[in-house]
């Protein structure tokens, strides 16, 4: 089987925004950060956002006040999002699902607020899909990344668990990003629906 294809930032970069592009309506952001992604959303849609760092979420609402999004962003954990059933169009999330403490329990969440037919789109930096020496090198980090790097794990693979949360796959990209001077990072860009 040929290698995931090889990108440099820019080109992630493309990709993400192209991804988040997708949203539409309302809009659920989990672990939303300082905002990053508010230039890749439409305008047009009604953004609602989750962070669990107070001085994140702080920043957060200043930029979302700022992208025009009324909704004061919320104290919350994907893995219980504060929100009804069926309640949003679109969840988006970047680089998060690395750090929660419960990646089913967030799959589930999402699959819950998520109306029939919902979209949920993901970027995440992932466990090498193919190889050994990676695997093991992501493995032997991920303790290290997790005390210092907020929690972060370098060896997980987030897709089981959509897949048992019930999420159909319309997009499943693998792509490795150029990391110089470490390894390319292996990296999963996600467009998956809830079940109508
Ligand atoms: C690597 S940052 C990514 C931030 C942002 N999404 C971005 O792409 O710039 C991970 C974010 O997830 C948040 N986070 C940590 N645990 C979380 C959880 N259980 N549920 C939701 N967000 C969480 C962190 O506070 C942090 O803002």
Same mark, same amino acid.
């Given at each position: 089987?040929?290698?995931?294809?090889?990108?440099?930032?820019?080109?992630?970069?493309?990709?993400?925004?192209?991804?988040?592009?997708?949203?539409?309506? *309302?809009?659920?952001?989990?672990?939303?950060?300082?905002?990053?992604?508010?230039?890749?959303?439409?305008?047009? =849609?009604?953004?609602?956002?989750?962070?669990?760092?107070?001085?994140?979420?702080?920043?957060?609402?200043? *930029?979302? $006040?700022?992208?025009?999004?009324?909704?004061e962003p919320m104290d919350? !954990?994907?893995?219980?999002?504060?929100?009804?059933?069926?309640?949003?169009?679109?969840?988006?999330? &970047?680089?998060?699902?690395?750090? =929660?403490?419960?990646?089913?329990?967030?799959?589930?969440?999402? $699959?819950?607020?998520?109306?029939?037919?919902? *979209? !949920? +789109?993901?970027?995440? @930096?992932?466990?090498?899909p193919r190889g050994r020496?990676?695997?093991? !090198?992501?493995?032997?980090? &991920?303790?290290? &990344?997790?005390?210092?790097?907020?929690?972060? @794990?370098?060896?997980?693979?987030? +897709?089981?668990?959509?897949?048992?949360?019930?999420?159909?796959?319309?997009?499943?990209? @693998?792509?490795?990003?150029?990391?110089?001077?470490?390894?390319? &990072?292996?990296? +999963?860009?996600?467009?998956? $629906?809830?079940?109508?």
């Amino acid at each position: 089987m040929s290698p995931d294809p090889l990108i440099d930032d820019d080109e992630l970069d493309d990709l993400e925004r192209e991804l988040i592009g997708r949203a539409r309506g *309302r809009v659920l952001e989990i672990g939303a950060g300082r905002g990053e992604n508010f230039g890749a959303l439409p305008p047009e =849609v009604r953004w609602q956002g989750l962070e669990p760092d107070a001085e994140r979420r702080a920043e957060l609402a200043q *930029r979302a $006040r700022e992208w025009g999004h009324e909704a004061e962003p919320m104290d919350a !954990v994907a893995e219980r999002v504060p929100l009804g059933e069926a309640s949003v169009d679109t969840v988006i999330g &970047t680089y998060v699902l690395c750090t =929660v403490a419960d990646v089913a329990a967030a799959a589930r969440e999402m $699959r819950r607020v998520l109306v029939p037919g919902g *979209r !949920v +789109l993901l970027v995440e @930096h992932v466990r090498a899909p193919r190889g050994r020496v990676l695997p093991l !090198v992501q493995r032997l980090a &991920t303790p290290f &990344t997790v005390r210092w790097c907020g929690g972060c @794990h370098q060896d997980r693979d987030p +897709l089981p668990a959509l897949r048992a949360a019930g999420f159909a796959e319309v997009e499943v990209r @693998h792509v490795r990003v150029r990391d110089r001077p470490l390894l390319p &990072t292996p990296t +999963l860009l996600y467009e998956g $629906r809830a079940p109508v």
